[in-house]
């Protein structure tokens, strides 16, 4: 079995589907398909099921996808250990969330990165905190920024920025306190820590049916509160200058403060590119 034999298999496991990976690894179909049966017979197991869909692992093949996993990090990271300039370059892959990507302090932070190591192609990556943190673990990311609490033991914490917890609403005719039970709510989709923290506060207050409409990016939902379409829990270093349509008002002290960290894997041998970016964070403050 060859090096090759696992990248294609792997390749089959994320796909889900032998064609789906050949146009992937711009493979002819029916050489991946020789190849796992060549694999299947080397190992004497059945590694897919075939399905009309595609191809589901079978109980050996999960059992060798973990190992699998682990044989071609080993590989990448000997030859970037091998092969690593003294200077960070080549590619760069970092998650961020919607409400570290949209502030100034961060693309400052960007800018410098870039005047810096122009030899370092980076990839920013928009996804959700327990996404990010799924896409670092699975290695499908040399890093990423992700708010809220983790299992923090296979990473490593670059930088990390407590924020405070601001509730946002339209400043024209809002009652004060906000009616915080009877309110539209603005909410990131499913896994951010802010919407998170928002229906446990209102489920804390007995409150079951709660209204929200979903979105993707943080200028919808400050123009959402702005024409008072609803309230928005965010963190207050989104607010970059004075907003005469918008109200800032306090929220329980249980959720006045949110963590947002950059972190990446703990590994024996360190990305220079990543740990350059880190220093560009910390350095802007962000």
């Keep these: 079995m060859e090096l090759t034999d696992l990248k294609i298999f792997m ?3 994320r796909e889900g589907s032998i064609t789906r990976a050949a146009e992937k690894l711009d493979y002819v179909q029916s050489n991946l398909t020789m190849r796992v049966r060549k694999m299947e017979t080397e190992l004497g197991v059945q590694l897919f099921h075939r399905t009309p869909k595609g191809v589901l692992p079978t ?6 996808s973990q190992y699998a996993a682990d044989i071609l990090f080993k590989y990448e990271e000997a030859v970037t250990a091998v092969q690593e300039s003294e200077h960070p370059r080549g590619p760069l892959a970092i998650g961020v969330v919607e409400t570290v990507a949209s502030t100034p302090p961060f693309i400052r932070a960007l800018s410098d990165f870039q005047t810096r190591y122009p030899e370092v192609a980076l990839s920013l ?15 499908e990311l040399d890093g990423a920024f992700f708010s809220g609490e983790f299992d923090l033991t296979p990473l490593k914490v670059s930088y990390e920025i407590k924020d405070e917890v601001i509730l946002l609403t339209n400043a024209d005719g809002n009652p004060s306190p906000p009616d915080v039970a009877n309110a539209t709510w603005i909410v990131f989709p499913k896994g951010c820590p802010f919407r ?5 506060w209102l489920q804390g207050m007995g409150i079951s049916s709660i209204n929200m409409i979903e979105v993707s990016a943080l200028d ?3 123009n959402c509160v702005r024409a008072g379409i609803g309230y928005a829990l965010l963190n207050e270093s989104v607010i970059t200058e004075a907003d005469e349509r918008l109200t800032v008002h306090p929220v329980p002290e249980q959720y006045r403060f949110m963590t947002t960290r950059l972190v990446t894997r703990k590994e024996q041998f360190g990305s220079k590119s990543f740990a350059a970016f880190a220093n560009c964070m910390k350095a802007a403050g962000i």
């Design 59 to 64: 109980e050996k093949g999960l059992i060798l």
């Design 196 to 200: 998170a923290a928002s229906m446990d």
């Design 125 to 139: 990556v928009t996804g959700t905190s327990p996404l990010n943190y799924e896409k670092v673990l699975n290695r």
């Design 11 to 13: 390749a089959i496991m």
């Design 220 to 222: 919808t939902m400050l």
